[in-house]
């Protein structure tokens, strides 16, 4: 699969945290209603740490088939029970991503949490970034993955380089993109 398909999301600080005790530190409605919105009818795909840290309501997000990976084979009933579709590596989560994709337009989504975007970057399977600065500093236990900037040409700011929008909590934020080069 070309990587031109595959897109990494996440929402971190400046200083890379993505994560913190199983959750995230900060509260951005803005940020959950753009990831709604950029991921809306495409596949996107979890570590199960990540699926487990949605609210049960939540999963699996509606409008997208969910992709869970996990290399614990006794887990995957109850995961598929929940609603999860299981893949026991990334590569072949994207083959079952890739299956569900009915506009060939989509994007397969990976949205965490730190393990996967860490194997995603390392392997490159991935063409494109969506990345949320959220500019406070927080005290985190997982970590976004490096864009090493010979790879990774930031091709966007929503707000525009260097400025912020503030969130209704208070909190600035930015949404930026960036392309594999
Ligand atoms: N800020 C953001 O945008 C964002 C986004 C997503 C998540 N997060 C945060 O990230 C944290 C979770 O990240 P995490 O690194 O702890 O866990 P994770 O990446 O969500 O999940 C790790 C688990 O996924 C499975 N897994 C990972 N790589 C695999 C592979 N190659 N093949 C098969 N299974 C694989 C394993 O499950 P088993 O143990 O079952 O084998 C592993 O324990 C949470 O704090 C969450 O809130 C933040």
Redesign the pocket.
Known sequence: MSRGAVGL????TPDG????????PWRVPE?LAY?KTVTAGCPVI????????LPERFRPLPGRVNV?????AA?TGELAEQGAVT???????LETAQAHISDARSTIWI?????????AVEKDLAGMASV?V?NERVD???Y?PELDPRRWELIGSAQGAGNWDISETGTPYRFETYRRV
Not at 111 to 119: I, L, N, S, T
């Open positions: 999301i996440w929402a971190q945290v993505i994560g913190a005790a199983g959750g995230m940020d990831f979890m570590g199960r740490r990540t699926w487990e840290s869970v990976v996990t290399r614990d887990r893949a026991s590596s990334l590569e072949k989560a949205m965490g949490g730190g393990a996967v975007y860490a194997e949320t959220i985190g236990d997982t976004a």
